[in-house]
């Protein structure tokens, strides 16, 4: 896919935070935090990796970390925080009677 310069960007989804280098992911979500405190402290990286290697998310938590990487020319250009949900636990609005319903069809 161009990006309006020529160059193409190539998307990745990746399978842990691990995989991305924290300056990398730094640079694109929260680039102020190169001056002192992100305005954001949950898109850190050091905030989503801890999260990775505590448990917190990860295999049997139901939310598996699927990080998506953007590069132009190898360089990281975005970033998003995304995961797989593997179940309903942890939803707002959510009526359990219809999961309960489709476990049981």
């Given at each position: 896919m161009p990006d309006g310069t020529g160059a193409e960007?190539?998307?990745s989804l990746l399978t842990g935070f691990s995989a ?86």
């Open positions: 960007i190539e998307v991305v280098a924290p300056q990398d992911w730094d640079s694109c979500a929260c680039p102020e935090a190169a001056a002192g405190r992100p305005v954001d402290p949950f898109t850190t990286h050091r905030f989503l990796l801890a999260l990775e290697r505590s448990g917190s998310v990860g295999p049997g938590t139901g939310w598996d970390p699927r990080p998506l990487v953007a590069r132009a020319e190898g360089r990281v250009v975005a970033v998003a925080p995304l995961f797989v949900k593997s179940h309903s636990q942890g939803e707002y609005i959510f009526d359990h009677g219809w999961a309960d319903a489709l476990e049981r069809a």
